[in-house]
């Protein structure tokens, strides 16, 4: 089975994160790291983002 891929737009969209936080956060060691998909293009597996949404889940549902 071949992952999905999301572009960084829908990234944006599917977090809602800018893309600078995105890459601040991915320098920092705190999100998923994109993959070269080709010479001037990045994707994100879908499974990546979908794992860091449920860690935020937990994450906030230990503060609360």
């Known amino acids: 089975m071949t992952p999905q891929i999301l572009r960084r737009r829908d990234v ?6 800018s893309r600078s936080t ?5 320098s920092q ?4 790291a994109p993959i070269k998909l080709g010479k001037r293009a ?11 949404i449920n860690e ?3 994450s906030w549902g230990n503060l609360q």
């Not at 995105?22 to 991915?26: E, G």
């Not at 060691?29 to 998923?32: Q, S, T, V, Y």
């Not at 990045?42 to 860091?52: A, C, L």
Request: glycine fraction near 10%.
């Open 42 to 52: 990045v994707g994100w597996r879908v499974s990546d983002i979908e794992t860091w």
């Open 12 to 17: 944006e969209t599917t977090v809602g994160l």
């Open 22 to 26: 995105i890459y601040h956060l991915i």
């Open 56 to 58: 935020r889940e937990v």
């Open 29 to 32: 060691g705190l999100f998923p």
